[in-house]
């Protein structure tokens, strides 16, 4: 649990930041759309939750002042999300020591009785799966070793699930990170490690264990752990270094997926025309002078030139963020990679290099930082996919 969301029961609600990003979007079919009254219950108790989530311990009377919603309102999200499982009465309110006035119960989330499937299809070699509860916090894991070929099958995914599901744990939802461009968190549009293509993930997985699933990009999910459990606050940058360059992007607490839900592919923009050829055929691109694997060769091919290399490294990183960084006004950057390479010597040089590019009197200076989440951090950010899936069916 991170520091920012550490738990206080006499926290003030007006300073209790809440995460809008756990609300499913009103279903509307267009602007001239009417929102239906289970739309609105919807959206009522996924504003309640947020105000919660992960940790936090608040009153129905204070929930009520941080989103503005009436004390009726409030105790029916309340009642309903209760039923459910999502959150508890968790004690009586503390004295405020003003007299002996009433006082109101605490409402928390319940670590205790839902239970998240989130699988991580990201990690070379290996595909990944755990049991969560609402904190993020791991009840059972399990993965599934590959072949030489690096390779797996919709199949593959399915024996995970299995395996995950003989724990004996009942999940409400499961959520899939994928590394690749996935549509409608459902279709697999590309999968950058495989033939996969437009390769529907969610309805056979649904079919089969009868329970409702959400497929997202890896990179959202690493970005959604580190807005939740992290550091990150509501617009963030979030760049993922691993077998290739990808990024995901929040603005004001809104992720953004773009017209081809491609928003952070950004592996095979070139970034140095003079570049290494990339498996792609262009030369420079981010993933063929960034990459792991390929600083990794770099440097074993030049042992007593590692600094200079992820130095530079760090460099061609912030050159390629500084146009984005400007157009957005992205003040705060976070980096997830290896700690071989995301290290001091990259971030240095990455800040160096983005605050000479970018500080002007009209853009402060962004900082660049790495992501202080450990190796489960594409499987916790996945649980925010799955919590907006299941608020969005009550
Ligand atoms: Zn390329």
Known sequence: MSDRNAVTNTESPSAAPFFPIITPHTATNGINSTIRPIDMRRNNASLVFSTLFPDRQLSRADIARATGLSRVVVSEAAATLISKGFIREVGPQPSSGKGPGKRGTLLGTNPERLRLLSIDLSQPHLIQGAILNLFGQTITRAEITLGASDQF??????????????????????????????????????????????????????????????????????????????????????????????????????????????????????????????????????????????????????????????????????????????????????????????????????????????????????????????????????LIPILQMSLSRL
């Not at 970005?223 to 993922?240: D, K, S, T, V, Y």
């Open 153 to 382: 099958t919709v199949s593959d995914v399915d024996d995970l699930i299995a395996q995950l599901l003989r724990s004996g744990q009942h999940p409400v939802g499961i959520g899939i990170a994928a590394p690749g461009v996935v549509k409608n968190e459902s279709n697999v549009l590309s999968y950058t490690y495989s033939q996969w293509h437009n390769t529907d993930l969610r309805e056979p997985i649904e079919q089969k264990f009868g329970i409702p699933t959400t497929v997202n990009n890896d990179a959202a999910s690493a970005l959604m752990a580190e807005r939740c459990f992290g550091q990150g606050g509501p617009n963030l940058l979030f760049i993922q270094l691993a077998r290739g360059v990808g990024s995901a992007l929040l603005i004001n607490d809104m992720r953004v997926a773009g017209s081809n839900y491609a928003v952070g592919e950004i592996g095979h923009i070139p970034a140095r025309q003079d570049g290494p050829q990339c498996s792609c055929g262009r030369h420079g691109c981010l993933d063929a002078i960034i990459g792991t694997p390929v600083l990794r060769a770099r440097m074993q091919g030049h042992p007593s030139d590692c600094e200079r290399i992820i130095a530079q490294a760090g460099r061609d990183l912030a050159a390629a963020l500084s146009m984005p960084v400007a157009m957005l006004d992205i003040d705060d950057i976070c980096v997830y990679g290896p700690s071989d390479i995301v290290n001091d010597t990259f971030i240095s040089a990455a800040q160096q290099q983005l605050t000479r590019d970018t500080t002007s009197v009209l853009h402060p200076r962004t900082i660049i930082r790495r992501c202080q989440i450990g190796g489960d951090i594409v499987i916790r950010g996945e």
